[in-house]
T-cell receptor, first 110, second 112 residues
Framework: QKEVEQDPGPLSVPEGAIVSLNCTYSNSAFQYFMWYRQYSRKGPELLMYTYSSGNKEDGRFTAQVDKSSKYISLFIRDSQPSDSATYLCAMGPGNTPLVFGKGTRLSVIA | DGGITQSPKYLFRKEGQNVTLSCEQNLNHDAMYWYRQDPGQGLRLIYYSQIVNDFQKGDIAEGYSVSREKKESFPLTVTSAQKNPTAFYLC???????????FGQGTRLTVV
C-alpha cells in the first residue's frame, strides 16, 4: 500500500461547480497536510496548509482533515476556468520530507 | 523578492554527459530538496539536505549527486549513470520543520 493515494482523474466540471479532491494515507505519524496547485510546465504553488484534524477555509478553498479516517479533502467552491490545473496533496510528520500524492488533473469548463 | 530560482528552464543533454541543475533560495530556509516529476508518477524525492554540508538520499538517488556548500544553494548533477534522465526537475525549500515547502519553476531536461 502506498503511503499516499490520490485519484489522478482527470476530473472535468462545469464552471461554478463545487469540486471535491481527496487523498488517503496510511502513516498515522502524519501531522501536517498541504495542498498544492500546479499549472502545466510550472512549479507547484502552496494553496492550503493544515495541522492535525479539522477544517480551514481561505476564500473559495476549504481544506479538511479527518485523521481518524486518514483522509484529507480540498473543496473548491464556484470553480473557475482559471482553477484548471493539477492538484497535489502532500503530508508529513514534520521531521522528514513531505510525501506527495500523484496529483489530480482538474479541468473547469466555461 | 523572496523565492527559489532554478536555472536553466530548459536543458538538453547528449547521452553520456553529466549536467548540473542550479537551485538558489533567498528564503533563509534550512532544508532543500530535489524532486523528479514524470507524467503519471507524481513527485519523487531524489535528494534532500537539512543543513549545510549534509544531505540524504531520497527514493530515487541512483545516477544523481548533490552538494550543499552554502545555505542558499543546492545544485543537482545528473550523471551519465542515470539511465532515463529526461524529466521535469523541481527544487524546493522549507524551514527546519519540513512542513511548508516552496518550489522553484522547474528545469525540463531532455536527452538528445
Amino acid at each position: 500500500q502506498k503511503e499516499v493515494e490520490q485519484d489522478p482523474g482527470p476530473l472535468s466540471v462545469p464552471e461554478g461547480a463545487i469540486v471535491s479532491l481527496n487523498c488517503t494515507y496510511s502513516n498515522s505519524a502524519f501531522q501536517y497536510f498541504m495542498w498544492y496547485r500546479q499549472y502545466s510546465r510550472k512549479g507547484p504553488e502552496l494553496l492550503m496548509y493544515t495541522y492535525s484534524s479539522g477544517n480551514k477555509e481561505d476564500g473559495r478553498f476549504t481544506a479538511q482533515v479527518d485523521k481518524s479516517s486518514k483522509y484529507i479533502s480540498l473543496f473548491i467552491r464556484d470553480s473557475q476556468p482559471s482553477d484548471s490545473a493539477t492538484y497535489l496533496c502532500a503530508m508529513g510528520p514534520g521531521n522528514t520530507p513531505l510525501v506527495f500524492g500523484k496529483g489530480t488533473r482538474l479541468s473547469v469548463i466555461a | 523578492d523572496g523565492g527559489i530560482t532554478q536555472s536553466p528552464k530548459y536543458l538538453f543533454r547528449k547521452e553520456g554527459q553529466n549536467v548540473t541543475l542550479s537551485c538558489e533560495q533567498n528564503l533563509n530556509h534550512d532544508a532543500m530538496y530535489w524532486y523528479r516529476q514524470d507524467p503519471g508518477q507524481g513527485l519523487r524525492l531524489i535528494y534532500y539536505s537539512q543543513i549545510v554540508n549534509d544531505f540524504q538520499k531520497g527514493d530515487i538517488a541512483e545516477g544523481y549527486s548533490v552538494s550543499r556548500e552554502k545555505k542558499e544553494s543546492f545544485p543537482l548533477t545528473v550523471t551519465s549513470a542515470q539511465k532515463n534522465p529526461t524529466a521535469f526537475y523541481l527544487c524546493a525549500s522549507s524551514d527546519w520543520t519540513n512542513t511548508e515547502a516552496f518550489f522553484g519553476q522547474g528545469t525540463r531536461l531532455t536527452v538528445v
